[in-house]
């Protein structure tokens, strides 16, 4: 997928760059049972709206064991265990979860650099735990 950029003359409000306006929704970290923690909406998500984007440190896969890597490639990953956000919390759901993942670009044409994005796949109610199928 691939968002408007900055050589884009559409507005900041162009529907095109929702994930580039950042979280917009109230998100928590929470414990689970028997999953550690996870993250649940505080309100309520609609169904296609942007929830977040996984970030960390864009590394070359050497297969080392993290559990916080996504690869963007066939050789680099983002790997937030030593630094994300909220969205390293999202846990694994057999059943497919409430968010799917985008892989988006914007501001560059380097298509190994994408970025990772969590958009809601169905409507998600507030305090229900996001997950997805990893």
Known sequence: ????????????????????????KKL??????????GLHAEEAISRGS???E????????KGSPSTYKFAIGPELVIDAEKYGNVAR??????????????CVSYG????RLRHITMFAAKDIAASEELTFDY
Do not use: M
């Open 50 to 52: 942007f929830v977040c």
């Open 1 to 24: 997928v691939y968002e408007c950029g900055p050589w884009c003359s559409c507005s900041s409000k162009c529907c095109n760059k929702s994930s580039q306006r950042g979280i917009q």
């Open 28 to 37: 928590a970290i929470f414990r689970t049972e028997g999953k550690g923690l």
């Open 89 to 102: 919390f999202v846990n694994h759901s057999c059943d497919g979860g409430n968010v799917h993942i985008e």
């Open 54 to 61: 996984y970030v960390g440190e864009v590394l070359e896969d």
């Open 108 to 111: 560059h044409h380097d298509g």
